[in-house]
């Protein structure tokens, strides 16, 4: 009999029913779970969960050793000499090699590959060659000189270069994943168990972990949920520890009835409506751009749509990036009324009139959120330019879709967080050619700055970067509208959550208080 309850009690443990389960939102269902496929903050935010690079963050969302235990930077600032942890280990029990992130480097920068997020290894050098397909990916610079050391060489010194590794772009690949990088063995804090879409992912510890004794929980149950409102609701019923966001508008009711669970923090991002410049209206038209973006008034959008701190955007930079000022665009300065009387002077410029109205799609994921801002902005435009708007809600996957292949989208719903501390990381967004530029922008003194930027330091460096984004407001394939804070609702019973510029939070570091052994 006693045999009997101790298997019955090894059974549910096994099915995680005693186990310390954190469950967590995550917005949109990722739009991949491949390092190489992955763009949306939902697929990264997994991936980091059950993957690891040569750097890594700390609760505080700073920098730190992942599977390099140290490193070297010669060459002032081109050359960096890795030195990988003993205890590196895939899920299966492999170790973890330089040869294996010299793999998957290769394969991220193949051109049959099509890496969503390639243009992060731009630095190194021949990565931009390799994409083209006019280097071999063994003329990358990245060599495995031992078994436990990786060299990598860089056309130029790149400051923010260790957090790119801290990218999925940059995490290393089994010799097994190749064909299959889904199926294959994972190094980071998690596995992932299942994969139920539209419902859950769930994430159960690796015991091969370098650093698996200080992973707190056994188990992260993330559930995809588009609509913020829906995300709150089961908040409230006790279904999630963690929001991913909070519903707009409801900051102030939030602050006043959930102050002890709500998280509000600034952090390196920013929102915008995309145009591509592919199609009409907006190909050869940059009188266009600018009235509509002069014809809206942020201060509503930011204060009274989205209204949970975020600032009215001037510009695509945000504030906050040490050494920078952000270029506002043309009009920035004057007074709502002002700035729309110039918005008409510029749609009548452009061709439109009362006679000639404009009529455009805005297209937009799933989300009230993005609705509401959707349905503000057209109105303004209505109210302003005459201009009627289409309103086009579509699937988080099929969004990303339209957007890359611009065969469809006129204006859509845009924006970024940063992927390391520098202006170059929304910038670089709008260079010719970059797979993420779903604008198509294409300017030749825009892409010359940013080439200059790349080899210059300091000051100088950041004078090209400000000319390159004042090229940029001037040309407009981009309407910013606010810069972004962390929202969040967290349970009392979550420990290790710290809020921080990058908004990234490890469930390896968090744990849930009073949970059952």
Request: proline letters at 6%; glycine letters at 6%.
């Amino acid at each position: 009999m006693k045999i009997t309850r101790l298997i019955f009690l090894a059974v549910l443990f096994s099915q995680g029913l005693f186990a310390t389960t954190l469950h967590r939102g995550l917005g949109p269902e990722p739009d991949s779970l491949d390092i190489h496929q992955a763009q949306g903050l939902p697929g990264i935010q997994v991936l980091r969960e059950v993957r690891e690079g040569l750097t890594t963050f700390d609760a505080a969302g700073n920098i730190v050793p992942g599977v390099a235990k140290s490193w070297e930077i010669l060459e002032d600032g081109r050359s960096y000499r890795f030195r990988l942890r003993d205890n590196a280990r895939w899920s299966n029990g492999d170790p973890v090699t330089a040869q294996d992130f010299v793999r998957a480097w290769q394969r991220a920068l193949s051109p049959q590959t099509m890496a969503r997020t390639a243009s992060l290894l731009s630095p190194v050098v021949n990565a931009h060659e390799a994409v083209a397909g006019t280097a071999k990916a063994s003329e990358v610079g990245i060599r495995a000189i031992a078994a436990d050391t990786l060299e990598i060489e860089l056309d130029v010194a790149t400051p923010w270069f260790l957090e790119i590794l801290a990218h999925p772009v940059t995490f290393p690949l089994h010799a097994d994943a190749m064909d299959k990088p889904l199926e294959a063995p994972v190094n980071g804090a998690f596995l992932i168990d299942s994969v139920s879409p539209h419902a859950m992912i769930r994430l159960v510890k690796n015991p091969q972990f370098h650093a698996s004794g200080s992973v707190a929980l056994d188990v992260v149950e993330y559930l995809p949920i588009e609509d913020p409102t829906s995300e709150l609701s089961r908040f409230r019923a006790g279904e999630l520890d963690i929001t991913e966001t909070i519903p707009a508008g409801r900051h102030d009711w939030l602050r006043t009835y959930m102050s002890d669970e709500l998280q509000v923090s600034p952090y390196i991002g920013s929102f915008w409506l995309g145009l591509n410049l592919k199609r009409e209206p907006f190909r050869d038209n940059p009188e266009l751009r600018r009235a509509l973006s002069m014809a809206i008034d942020r201060r509503i959008i930011a204060r009274l749509v989205v209204g949970a701190g975020e600032l009215p955007a001037w510009s695509i930079v945000p504030p906050g990036i040490e050494g920078y000022a952000p270029q506002a665009f043309e009009g920035s300065e004057l007074e709502q009324e002002a700035r729309e009387q110039r918005a008409r002077e510029l749609f009548a410029q452009a061709g439109y009139s009362d006679r000639e109205p404009l009529e455009i799609e805005l297209r937009y994921n799933t989300s009230s959120q993005h609705r509401k801002i959707a349905l503000a902005v057209s109105s303004m435009w209505r109210q302003v330019l005459g201009v009627k708007t289409e309103l086009v809600n579509e699937e988080w996957k099929v969004f990303v879709n339209n957007r890359r292949q611009g065969a469809v989208t006129q204006v859509f719903r845009g924006g970024w967080i940063a992927d390391y501390a520098d202006p170059s990381s929304f910038l670089d967004l709008f260079r010719s050619g970059n797979e993420l530029n779903t604008t198509f922008y294409s300017n030749e003194l825009f892409d010359r700055l940013m080439d200059q930027a790349e080899v210059l330091k300091g000051g100088e460096r950041m004078q090209r970067l400000q000319r390159a984004e004042n090229q940029l407001m001037a040309d407009m394939p981009v309407i910013p509208l606010y810069f972004y804070v962390s929202r969040h609702l967290l349970k009392k019973t979550v420990s290790g959550f710290e809020p921080n510029i990058r908004d990234i939070h490890l469930s390896r570091y968090m744990g849930v208080k009073n949970a059952k052994p």
